[in-house]
C-alpha cells in the first residue's frame, strides 16, 4: 500500500519561499494512472487544492496560487516537492502530499498525515 | 472557477440514523467527476465515494453517493459511532475545487 510523507520547513518567514517534499513508498511515483497532488488545510478550515504533477514534469495549478507555485519530481528517489514564493501569514497551514487517480474521474485516493507550515516572522 | 457549497453546515443526528449530505456546483462541471471525503479529528482525509456513486476500497456499503448535474447527495443509510467527522465533496472540471464540508455531530 503506498504511503506518502511529507517533510520541509515547519516555519517559514513572510516573502520568503515555501519548500516541501513528499517521499512516496510502497509504490512507483512513474506509474502511468497517477498525479501526484499537493493540496492544504488552514487550521480550522477546509481544504484547498494547490495542485499536481505528472512524473514526467507536466502540472497543473490552482489558478489562484498558480503564480507563485512550483513543482518538481524526483523518480530516482521517489519524491516530488513544492515550492510556494512570497508567502505570507495566509498560506499557514497542513499542507497535504496525495496520490491523485487519473484514471477514473480525478480524485485523491491516499493521503499523507500533512505537515504543518506556519508562516511567521 | 466552479464552487461547491455542502449543506447543511453542521448536521446533528444519532447512531443508526440515516444522514443526508449535499453538495451544490456553482455551474455542470465534467460528467461524473465528483468524489466525497471523510476527515475525523487529527487525520488526513479518507477517500469514500468517487465518480459520483463508486465506494473506494473498504469503504462500508452503508455509505453511498447519488446525483448529476449541479445536485449531489452523499447518504449514510444508518449511521455508526465511527461515522461522525466531517465530509466534503470534490469536484474535478478544469481544476479541483472542494465544498466548505458538512460536520455530522452526535445529538
Known amino acids: 500500500q503506498v504511503q506518502l510523507q511529507a517533510s520541509g520547513p515547519g516555519l517559514v518567514r513572510p516573502s520568503e519561499t515555501l519548500s516541501l517534499t513528499c517521499n512516496v513508498s510502497?509504490?512507483?511515483?512513474?506509474?502511468?494512472?497517477?498525479?501526484w497532488a499537493w493540496i492544504r488545510q488552514p487550521p480550522g478550515r477546509g481544504l484547498e487544492w494547490i495542485g499536481s504533477v505528472y512524473h514526467g514534469g507536466r502540472s497543473y495549478y490552482n489558478p489562484s496560487l498558480r503564480s507563485r507555485v512550483t513543482f518538481s519530481v524526483d523518480t530516482s528517489k521517489n519524491q516530488f516537492s513544492l515550492k510556494m514564493t512570497s508567502v505570507t501569514a495566509a498560506d499557514t497551514a497542513l499542507y497535504y502530499c496525495?496520490?491523485?487517480?487519473?484514471?477514473?474521474?480525478?480524485?485523491?485516493?491516499?493521503w499523507g498525515p500533512g505537515t504543518l507550515v506556519t508562516v511567521s516572522s | 472557477e466552479i464552487v461547491l457549497t455542502q449543506s447543511p453546515g453542521t448536521l446533528s443526528l444519532s447512531p443508526g440514523e440515516r444522514a443526508t449530505l449535499s453538495c451544490r456546483a456553482s455551474?455542470?462541471?465534467?460528467?461524473?467527476?465528483l468524489a466525497w471525503y471523510q476527515q475525523k479529528p487529527g487525520q488526513a482525509p479518507r477517500l469514500l465515494i468517487f465518480?459520483?456513486?463508486s465506494r473506494a476500497t473498504g469503504i462500508p456499503d452503508r455509505f453511498s453517493g447519488s446525483g448529476s448535474g449541479t445536485d449531489f447527495t452523499l447518504t449514510i443509510s444508518r449511521l455508526e459511532p465511527e461515522d461522525f467527522a466531517v465530509y466534503y465533496c470534490q469536484q474535478y472540471g478544469s481544476s479541483h475545487t472542494f465544498g466548505q464540508g458538512t460536520r455530522l455531530e452526535i445529538k
Open positions: 510502497g509504490g512507483s511515483i512513474t506509474t502511468y494512472t497517477y498525479y
Open positions: 465518480g459520483v456513486s
Open positions: 455551474q455542470i462541471f465534467r460528467s461524473n467527476y
Open positions: 496525495v496520490r491523485e487517480v487519473i484514471q477514473s474521474y480525478y480524485h485523491f485516493d491516499s
